[in-house]
C-alpha cells in the first residue's frame, strides 16, 4: 500500500527534508514545489511511498522539526498504478498490511476515548441491554451489549499512551473507563 505524505516547510528546511525523503528506503516518487506554500511562506514536498517506511519517514522528519515549523498531511489513495510503486513496496521491509503509522493510531484511539454524548448514549445502550440479558438469561443479549458497549475505544487509547507515553491521552482516557465503571453501579443505588 502507497501513502502520500504532502510536506509543508520553510525553504531553510527544504533541502535536507528533500534529501531525507528522497534517500528513504520505500520512497516511490518525491515532488518538489519551491514557494508553493503560502502560509506558512515556503516549499512543498509530496511523497509517494511504502506504508512500512512511513513511521522511519516521520521519525526523521520529526527530528527536523518538520511538523513544528510545517506541515505534514499523510493520505491513503485507494489506487495507485506505478511500476515505481510496486518496486518501492518491494524494497521497504516488513508488510505494508502490519505497518503503523502512531500518529495514526494516536489520533483515532484519542477521538475514540472522548467522553461524548454518542459514548454516554452507547453506554446507556450496552447497559439496558445486558440488564435485559441477564433478566431474560439471554448470552445473545449480553453479547450483543458487549458489541455495542463504547469501552473498547478507551482501552485501545489507555494501550497507545502507555506505549508512547502520552499522559495527557492516558488522563482523557482513565475519566472514560471510569464513566464505564461507574455507571452501571450507579443504576443499582
Known sequence: MIVQLRICVPGELSEVALKTCQDQV??????????ASVAPKGDVIEVQIARESVEELLEKLDVLKAQE?????????????????????????????????????TRQTGEDSRLTW???????????????????????AIVGAMAV????????????ALARRKWSLGRRTAVALAWVSWWPWAWRR
Open 26 to 35: 520505500g520512497t516511490a516518487e518525491v515532488a518538489f514545489f519551491p514557494g
Open 69 to 105: 515549523v510545517g506541515s505534514i498531511v499523510i493520505a491513503m489513495p485507494e489506487l495507485v498504478l506505478s511500476r515505481r510503486a510496486d518496486e518501492a513496496e518491494s524494497a521497504a521491509p516488513g508488510d505494508g498490511a502490519d505497518a503503523l503509522i502512531w500518529d495514526e493510531v
Open 118 to 140: 454518542s459514548y454516554l448514549a452507547f453506554l446507556v445502550l450496552a447497559t439496558q441491554l445486558a440488564a435485559i440479558g441477564i433478566v431474560t438469561d439471554s448470552t445473545i
Open 149 to 160: 458497549g463504547p469501552e473498547f475505544g478507551p482501552l485501545a487509547a489507555l494501550a497507545v
